[in-house]
C-alpha cells in the first residue's frame, strides 16, 4: 500500500489544531521552517521519520495514527475515518453501509 502524503499531512495538521499549535510553534520546536511544514501538511513534501516521531511525540499522537489513521488508544478511532469513507460514496450506499452497520449493533446488543 503506498503512502498517501495529503491524508498524512491533513492528520498532522488535525493533531496540530487539536494541541491549539500553530505552524510556527510546532516548527520552532522540531527546528524546521514553516514553509516546510505547511508543504508537509498539504502533502506536497515528505517527512522522514525522525521528524515524524517528533511530531507525533509533540502531538501526543501515534505514528500508526498519522500513518494509517488507526490509534487503538483511542475509543472512536474510526470515527473520523468512517465519516470519511461515507462522504465519499453515493446516498444509495450510504443507506446500505448503514443498514449493515445497524443490524451489527442490533445483533451485538442482543448478545449482552
Known amino acids: 500500500m503506498a503512502l498517501d502524503y495529503s491524508v498524512i499531512g491533513s492528520r498532522i495538521k488535525q493533531a496540530r ?5 500553530t505552524q510556527e ?3 520552532d520546536q522540531i527546528d524546521i521552517s514553516v514553509a516546510f511544514l505547511s508543504r508537509v501538511e498539504r502533502g506536497n513534501s515528505h517527512i522522514n ?3 515524524l516521531n517528533q511530531i507525533c511525540n509533540l502531538l501526543e ?4 495514527y498519522v500513518l494509517n489513521g488507526a490509534s487503538s488508544n483511542s ?3 474510526l470515527e473520523e475515518d468512517f465519516a470519511m469513507l461515507l462522504k465519499s460514496v453515493p446516498p444509495k450506499t450510504q443507506k446500505l453501509i448503514y443498514n449493515v ?3 451489527i449493533v442490533e445483533s451485538e446488543q442482543d448478545n449482552l
Open 17 to 21: 489544531i487539536a494541541k491549539n499549535m
Open 25 to 27: 510553534d510546532l516548527a
Open 49 to 51: 521519520l525522525k521528524r
Open 61 to 64: 499522537v501515534s505514528e500508526g
Open 75 to 77: 475509543d472512536n478511532y
Open 101 to 103: 452497520a445497524k443490524t
